[in-house]
């Protein structure tokens, strides 16, 4: 599976950001998308799997998540947002005592990586549970699905 975003979604957040002086972000994207999957494997996956169908403690071949199964397009907006705040931005501010714009930024857009990243997670993730090939509706669950959250 390729990276969740391009240099191409970047610029339709932020159009000017290669005027700074970063031409390239492609090795950026590789790190957020190993990011976007840690932080899955961490607050997602552990809910999910238990309630799996397929998946039991006896069952070794689903314990740990495997993101070929992940529907790519579900996080490119959450991607975006994390490029930006922890890979790109970081590199432009002068980390000084008093913010600047990039500062600034960086802020807005952590803020909005968490914001979307959990509405993904609200909607439901996608993960090909049977590996067919296709979603079904049934393969899509939510972070809270069918548990009393506390």
């Not at 950026?28 to 961490?42: E, F, G, P, Q």
Request: glycine fraction near 2%.
């Amino acid at each position: 599976m390729s990276n969740y975003t391009t240099d191409a979604d970047i610029l339709e957040w932020e159009p000017s950001i290669k005027e700074y002086g970063i031409i390239d972000f492609s090795t950026y994207h590789a790190k957020t998308k190993s990011d976007v999957n840690r932080w899955l494997r961490i607050y997602w996956w552990p809910k999910v799997r238990r309630a799996s169908v397929n998946a039991n403690y006896f069952n070794t071949t689903e314990l740990e998540m495997d993101e070929t199964r992940l529907t790519a397009s579900q996080f490119k907006t959450a991607s975006v947002f994390h490029v930006l705040a922890y890979y790109i931005l970081p590199q432009l501010t002068q980390h000084g005592e008093n913010p600047d714009r990039f500062r600034m930024m960086i802020d807005f857009y952590k803020n909005k990586w968490l914001e979307e990243i959990n509405l993904v997670l609200q909607d439901g993730v996608e993960y090909d549970w049977d590996n067919d090939g296709t979603i079904e509706q049934s393969e899509k669950q939510t972070q809270h699905y069918n548990r009393l959250v506390r």
